[in-house]
């Protein structure tokens, strides 16, 4: 791959995570609103934005960090995304305990809370699966297809929280980096062959 | 001569009495032909602050909530009654004790309260209102506005004795 290629591939990528997020910096909404309440909302941004990073590097698309070395990264991503995600949640909680309970107990009234707690969940069991990875002592077919199935379920539950909440989010920006976590998503899930009766890597 | 047995005839009689009494008990009465009462929303009841001041308008104003109060069954329209009132607007969080304001309704039934502008929080622009004088049974509501730059907002109330 060219110098030039892999410039072109890190600079559009830098492109895609910063503009939704100087968007969201610009939003009239911040003026009226606490820093813990700020911060809980820019985690939960930053969380979407790992979205998008986790499958690119799962996949070892990313020049200079393909195979073990995107593999690796993906495992510090994760926990990136853990940590947004609590941060997110709690800074919710700081700002507005009844709503955040609501949500957690799915019954709150909006119905982008229960498919931002389904996806928490889901972040939290392919964390989970992740971190007990050889203590669980899955077959390597069988524990990427959990992990893959979860990470599924997150973007798509992400996804349908960040496009139905009326936040700092910009929609275009938030529409776009939706858009491209879902194609970086379907398109290592094809290319790493999970549903395959072989998967790649296996022999 | 009676006997304690009962015949075919007294058996079929208090069988089909016990089946007409029976099924019709289970109906609820009619109350179709009255107004039902209003249901607490979801969430309807998040960050409430009891005794809410009357006021006559909430920080600044330049934002209206208006609605109306009626008795369940005859609509008959309530005057004097307390709504209390708040919201995450330009001026304070939901849980900020100048956010929150009550009002009486006048002798249409109709209450308007000036506040300030309601901002989206927690993904939507909403509001919160509040009966929960005693008299009628307690009701929350958590409307919605259609888009965050209306100016005004409606919630109206049915209240069921208590």
Request: aromatic content about 8%; overall charge positive.
């Amino acid at each position: 791959m060219s110098r030039l290629r892999a410039f072109l591939i890190w600079a559009g990528l830098a492109t895609i995570v910063v503009v939704p997020i100087l968007a969201a910096a610009a939003s009239p909404l911040l003026q009226w609103r606490q820093p813990v309440y700020i911060a809980a909302g820019f985690a939960g941004i930053a969380a979407m934005v790992l979205l998008l990073l986790q499958p690119l590097l799962a996949g070892g698309y990313l020049p200079g960090v393909s195979g073990l070395r995107g593999r690796r990264l993906h495992l510090w991503t994760g926990i990136l995304l853990v940590s947004a995600i609590i941060l997110h949640v709690g800074g919710l909680w700081i700002t507005s305990p009844p709503d955040v309970i609501d949500a957690l107990l799915f019954r709150s009234p909006t119905p982008f809370s229960a498919w931002g707690v389904i996806a928490m969940w889901a972040v939290f069991a392919a964390a989970f699966l992740a971190a007990f990875r050889w203590s669980l002592a899955l077959s390597p077919r069988l524990w990427r297809r959990l992990h893959t199935l979860l990470a599924m379920v997150i973007v798509a539950g992400s996804v349908v929280h960040a496009l139905l909440i009326e936040g700092t989010m910009e929609t275009y920006s938030k529409a776009a980096l939706c858009a491209l976590a879902v194609a970086a998503t379907v398109k290592v899930i094809v290319d790493l062959r999970i549903w395959a009766r072989r998967s790649r890597g296996e022999s | 001569m009676t006997t304690g047995l009962m015949t075919r005839r007294t058996l079929l009689l208090t069988g089909s009495a016990f089946l007409v009494t029976g099924v019709s008990g289970w109906s609820v009465p009619a109350r179709s032909n009255g107004l039902a009462p209003t249901p607490s929303m979801r969430g309807g009841s998040n960050n409430y602050r009891p005794g809410a001041p009357i006021v006559d308008r909430i920080g600044g104003g330049g934002f209206w909530m208006t609605g109306t109060v009626r008795r369940a069954g005859d609509g008959a329209p309530l005057a004097g009654q307390r709504i209390q009132i708040w919201a995450h607007t330009t001026e304070g969080h939901e849980r900020d004790q100048r956010s929150h304001g009550a009002t009486l309704t006048d002798a249409n039934g109709v209450f308007r309260l000036e506040m300030p502008q309601i901002v989206p929080a927690f993904g939507q622009p909403h509001g919160h209102l509040a009966y929960d004088s005693g008299e009628f049974e307690t009701v929350f509501l958590r409307p919605v506005m259609k888009s965050s730059a209306d100016t005004s907002l409606e919630a109206h109330f049915v209240l069921q004795p208590a």
